[in-house]
């Protein structure tokens, strides 16, 4: 099997970035009408409306400020999946080592230990994107004990997970 486009467009790690962009824009929407809001009352209480406005906008580019590196990052993250594609070799990894996240506490990842085709023992660890919860980018019931394809580059150690065997 040949690592394309498609396979990392409709891989896990593309799926993972994904959706921490949607996470991100969900809750920056949130704010963003909370702010508004919270203008729009303030406005009953300050004679100039135009001050209320400005509050606004100083607090819209607070929140840029904190929230568009990260933003950038996951971005950046999902494009460089596409680069340098042919110096990825696929192999079958049994996802059977979950572990607890340490900034995410109700996500797992997985330690995948597998040979390489030069022979080398490698022991990665995925992003903690598998839970048994109901908003999780992956179900860990789903994903558990099963057999995935990983895409591995040995000259840089980065993976992508791909999909289910």
Known sequence: MKLTEDLIRNSLSAKWAKFNLKVGLYISLI?????????????????????????????MIAYALVYLPMFIYYILQ????????????????????????????????????????????????????????????????????QIVYLAYNETNNKHILLSLK
């Not at 702010?35 to 004679?47: A, E, I, K, P, Q």
């Not at 900034?103 to 660890?125: D, E, P």
């Open 78 to 145: 999902y494009k460089n999946l596409f680069k340098n594609i042919e110096d990825y070799e696929i192999y079958e990894v049994k996802l059977d080592t979950p572990r607890n996240s340490y900034v995410a506490k109700a996500a797992m990842y997985y330690l995948i230990k597998f040979k390489t085709i030069n022979n080398q023992t490698v022991t990665i660890s995925t992003k903690p994107m598998f839970s048994s919860r109901m908003v999780a980018c992956c179900s860990l019931d789903e994903y558990n004990n």
């Open 31 to 59: 704010i963003i009408a909370a702010w508004f809001l919270v203008c729009l009352m303030s406005r009953l209480f300050v004679r100039h409306i135009l001050m209320s406005f400005t509050i606004l906008i100083y607090m």
